[in-house]
């Protein structure tokens, strides 16, 4: 009879008969929040939110720059003030639109269930539609004033004013697009808007913070004073007890000067000792 000698099992390999185990891979990590809830986001307005602002600001003005003379040639009847008013709601709106696209982009990221992804396609339509208007009228409205439009009276000017026109109209397509997607993209990095209750929040801590620290600085100062007072209600204490113990020790005196009186005029000292007793004290 012969022993069958098994080699042991290979580590890496499963048993005869067993059904081999799945690989464990590690845990994936878990997808960062899409919401508002990281606590970063409530640090406030960075250097990089400032600038984006000062470039927005810039390149607004750069637009104004740009359209406030075609208007004053397209319409002549308005005065310099009119004119800049109208351009400037022109730009504010166009601002307003490219700016709301990027928030409502932002909370539809965020699943908040009020925004629409749809409301923001239409803030850039409406963007698009007020930039092909701004490039269309830069484009017709004649570079100098008392010429003809370049697109609607093609006898009176030449190819160099066509394609000055035209590269114009274009730097100023580029320039609009891009404070456009400047404002876009600033309003969907920076919007937040539990900010501004923990801006609050943090106002109220460091008025409260303050009151507080007013509060101790006061509580301390009336501590000291109670401090003072107990220390002289008890050097007060002690000179009354010292006043009242001499007071009993003349009396005491008296006391023994009156027994020696009496035992000079009794000449007994039995007699003496018999008036002082049972008698209650007299004086302190």
Known sequence: MTTEHRLPPNPGEPERGMIPSRPQFPERPSRRG???????LLAGHSKATLRYLIALFLAA????????????????????WQAGILVTGFIAMALFVTHMSGVLFREVK????????MAAYFCLMAWAGLGLTAFLVRLWVPQTAGSSPLLLDTTL????DHDTAFA?????????????????????LTH??????ARETLRARRKRTREAASSAASLALAKEQMLAIGTQQ?????????????????????????????????????????????RPPTGP
């Open 192 to 197: 937040n808007p539990l900010r501004a209750g």
């Open 234 to 278: 008890a050097a007060s204490l002690a000179i009354y007890e010292q006043a009242l113990e001499s007071r009993r020790a003349y009396g005491r005196q008296l006391k023994e000067l009156a027994k020696l009186l009496v035992a000079i005029r009794a000449q007994d000292p039995v007699v003496t000792g018999s008036l002082f007793q049972n």
């Open 110 to 117: 965020a699943r908040n269930p009020i925004a629409r992804r």
């Open 61 to 80: 003005l750069a637009d104004l720059g740009q359209f406030l003379p075609v208007v004053e040639r397209a319409q002549p009847e308005l005065t310099d």
């Open 34 to 40: 899409t919401g508002y809830e990281d606590p970063a």
């Open 168 to 188: 114009s109209a274009v730097f100023f397509l580029a320039l609009y697009l891009v404070t456009g997607v400047v404002a876009i993209i600033g309003a969907y």
């Open 157 to 160: 000017t030449t190819d160099s």
